[in-house]
């Protein structure tokens, strides 16, 4: 299974940002796919998720109402869109893919939220 993020990069707050994943090595359309982020000195949180018909989604409550999570299956690709950007959502966003008790992760892209 690999997992390629793209999208990250350096914003000025209450700006956008939209991430991609790429996956590969799988039958994606059957896998939950995850966002999560990791701040310098904190612990790795879930962003966001959406189940593998992308009808059932979750969202942090720090995110709710401003990050969208979407997936094109026949493009094997999950998005995160983001809208509304804090400082405080400066992080390395990781791609997750999740099947049973089996997890998949991509390298992560960064994203800066900075004036």
């Known amino acids: 299974v690999h997992l390629v993020e793209s999208g990250g990069g350096l914003v000025q707050p209450g700006g956008s940002l939209r991430l991609s994943c790429a996956a590969s090595?799988?039958?994606?359309?059957?896998?939950?796919m995850r966002w999560f982020r990791q701040a310098p000195g904190k612990d790795r949180e879930r962003v966001a998720s959406?189940?593998?018909?992308?009808?059932?989604?979750y969202y942090a409550d720090s995110v709710k109402g401003r990050f969208t999570i979407s997936r094109a299956n026949a493009e094997n690709t999950v998005y995160l869109q983001m809208d509304s950007l804090k400082q405080e959502d400066t992080a390395e966003y990781y791609c997750?893919?999740?099947?049973?008790?089996?997890?998949?992760w991509g390298q992560g892209t960064q994203v800066t939220v900075s004036s």
């Open positions: 090595g799988l039958i994606f359309s059957t896998y939950m």
């Open positions: 997750n893919a999740r099947r049973g008790g089996f997890n998949s």
């Open positions: 959406i189940g593998s018909s992308g009808t059932a989604t």
